[in-house]
């Protein structure tokens, strides 16, 4: 099948559940919690030295609604204070006299700033009126709606997270399935790593496949794959339709260790009750093999996945003529294998060989495996983000034949019976969601390196709201 055929001359191209004080004994677990901890004044005062007596709003003037809707609305606005929406809010009501809040803040010297930023946003809760809190509950509900949106059309948080910071900061701003980059240490244990060296504050001295255990948790704020996912467990523990994305940079020194290192995390999945919520993701057409004869049932994606050829022409390959040869491109760290053999290319996916496999023509034993994903109901994707950045870059020029492109390719993968990922722009994310959903079907997963997922999905579904009625 011919596609698209362009002259390349004429292209100029804290979360609350998991939130702790450093000395470990304050924990704040539970809503219950902090009530019993006398961060909580009264029933309808802020906290505990916030407010003099005397300014405690009277019941029958402030405090009409209900005390167990108040606290269901706070403790919702505290689980995703990191919303830009959310915080549009609170900055509103501070300019309109609600500035009390912040008295106690600097005066909290044996916490962490953090800590004081929590409480102070807290006792910015508490002295809100009830109009106040119905007009925030409003913004929540958009917030839930917005989850579940990601949820229902799988858009994948996929920013770089290394720390439990950095996961606390996505849970809060309202990322609804975040992505895990996972690598092994020197005994087998895996931690959460975007790239083999990258530390918290600094670059590691060796790799993490180097390092044991200890070394890798005294070097830094590192986070393993366990704390991460009974952070997540425990921020969608009342959700059944929570998920997380697992990808799989590397698993052990050799082909040997693929089965135990992935029964391993089939251990910590189950401990943690997401074994039906993971997703896989990997680079390696072995690795991704592998894992699904141990989670045949989850959903699994090739990343890397197709390449378009330089002529936008599948059937004559005019500019790259490979004539069934493999071309390597050898990077820092990355072996990336441009290749139209119809077979796997069979080796191990090593601990310091992250290998990406850039395929003009899919394997047949990925597409086998990919197209069993779908024949069980589930997701079996190969990603197209290459050819949706390259249709980016030929957008303004050539609108019609980037649509073509993205269309053409997209076809070539529903015709296997597989489904498709792809990454979305940073810049005008919405736009660029759309655009997939409508040139490459709306079961398209997104991939999206975005802070605030959830604010521009829920401008999103405004958008198709106003635009259906």
């Known amino acids: 099948m011919e596609g698209p055929h362009i002259d390349t001359t004429e292209q100029t ?14 924990t704040l677990n539970n809503w219950d919690t902090l009530i019993e901890e006398g961060l909580k004044k009264n029933d309808n005062a802020a906290l505990e030295g916030t407010l003099d007596e005397n300014e ?15 606290e269901e609305i706070i403790k919702r606005a505290f689980k995703y204070r990191g919303v830009k929406a959310i915080e549009a809010f609170m900055d509103k009501m501070k300019s309109e006299g609600n500035e009390q809040a912040e008295e106690q803040e600097e005066m909290e010297e044996d916490k962490t700033s953090e800590e004081r930023q929590a409480e102070a946003f807290i006792r910015q809760l508490r002295i809100l009126d009830d109009p106040q809190l119905e007009k925030l509950e409003k913004i929540l509900d958009k917030l839930d709606e917005a989850i579940a949106y990601q949820r229902e059309n799988m858009v994948i948080d996929h920013k770089q997270i290394n720390t439990k910071d950095a996961l606390e900061k996505e849970l809060q701003s309202g990322s609804a399935i975040p992505e895990l980059d996972i690598r092994f240490d020197k005994d087998g244990k895996p931690w959460i790593s975007h790239s083999q060296r990258s530390g918290a504050r600094f670059f590691f001295s060796k790799p993490i496949h180097e390092m044991t255990s200890e070394e890798v948790a005294e070097k830094g704020e590192r986070l393993s794959l366990e704390d991460g996912l009974k952070m997540i467990s425990e921020y969608y523990k009342d959700n059944p339709n929570h998920r997380v994305v697992l990808e799989l940079k590397e698993l052990g020194p050799s082909a040997e260790t693929h089965k135990p290192y992935l029964e391993g995390i089939q251990k910590m999945l189950k401990e943690t009750g997401l074994t039906d919520a993971a997703i896989f993701a990997t680079l390696s057409a072995d690795v991704l093999i592998d894992t699904h004869e141990v989670f045949p049932d989850n959903p699994k994606i090739l990343n890397g996945g197709i390449a378009p050829v330089i002529s936008y022409n599948l059937a004559e390959r005019s500019a790259q003529d490979v004539s069934g040869k493999e071309i390597k491109v050898k990077l820092p760290n990355v072996e990336l294998y441009l290749s139209d053999s119809s077979e796997v290319t069979r080796r191990a996916d090593g601990y310091g060989k992250q290998t990406g496999y850039l395929w003009m023509r899919l394997p047949k034993a990925v597409v086998k495996t990919l197209r069993e994903m779908r024949k069980k109901g589930s997701v079996g994707a190969a990603s197209l983000t290459l050819v949706n950045k390259v249709a980016g870059v030929i957008e303004k020029p050539f609108p019609k034949a980037a649509k073509k492109m993205r269309e053409h390719y997209a076809d070539q993968l529903h015709s296997m019976g597989l489904d498709i990922q792809v990454a979305i722009p940073k810049h005008n994310p919405g736009a660029g969601f759309k655009r997939a959903k409508e040139q490459m079907g709306d079961e398209t997963l997104i991939y999206a390196n975005d802070d605030h997922i959830a604010d521009w999905v829920m401008d999103l579904i405004d958008e198709e709201r106003n635009k259906a009625a």
């Open 56 to 70: 405690i709003p009277d019941e029958s003037e402030n405090s009409k609604m209900d005390e167990e809707r108040r």
């Open 13 to 26: 191209v804290n979360h609350w559940e998991s939130y702790t004080t450093s000395d470990a004994e304050h």
